[in-house]
């Protein structure tokens, strides 16, 4: 682990101008993200009725009646998000209220979706080029790929 800031200078190094600049903007989207993030989500008291749903779903899972509604409930499938109920209900066991879970990974999924979208702009991008018949389809030549995530 004490090696992981060497191999990112190395990799860093190796990056040309073009992704070395791509790069400072994307992290520089992903911090505002969070910032933004931090003002408008952490700070609301409340989630929308889908989240309490998930959460209630999540806790009585944690508390042994199955993916039911409420304790003793019908176990139905009343959620909408499968994936979001067991990782909420698997922090919830290890002691984290379900609302802290919910803006940790809402914060956490957001800034890893900014680099994801980049890639698949940036894929799409270079594929029309090459497509249109450009002669260097790798190579895009503007921050295009950039207005995605921004």
């Not at 070395?20 to 992290?27: P, Q």
């Not at 989240?51 to 199955?66: D, M, T």
């Amino acid at each position: 682990m004490d090696r992981v800031p060497e191999r990112l200078g190395r990799w860093w190094e190796r990056l040309d101008d073009q992704q070395r600049r791509h790069g400072a903007v994307l992290a520089a989207l992903c911090a505002l993200y969070l910032v933004h993030y931090l003002v408008f989500c952490v700070g609301q008291p409340f989630f929308i009725e889908d989240a309490g749903i998930s959460f209630a779903y999540a806790r009585n899972l944690v508390h042994g009646e199955g993916l039911a509604p409420f304790p003793g409930g019908e176990r139905v499938e009343g959620y909408s998000n499968f994936t979001w109920t067991l990782l909420v209900a698997f922090f919830y066991a290890l002691g984290v209220p379900t609302w802290v879970s919910a803006k940790v990974m809402g914060a956490v999924f957001g800034v890893l979706a900014l680099p994801v979208v980049y890639l698949v702009t940036r894929r799409a991008l270079a594929e029309l080029l090459a497509d249109v018949g450009d002669d260097e389809p790798g190579r895009i030549r503007s921050g295009f790929a950039l207005l995605a995530p921004l």
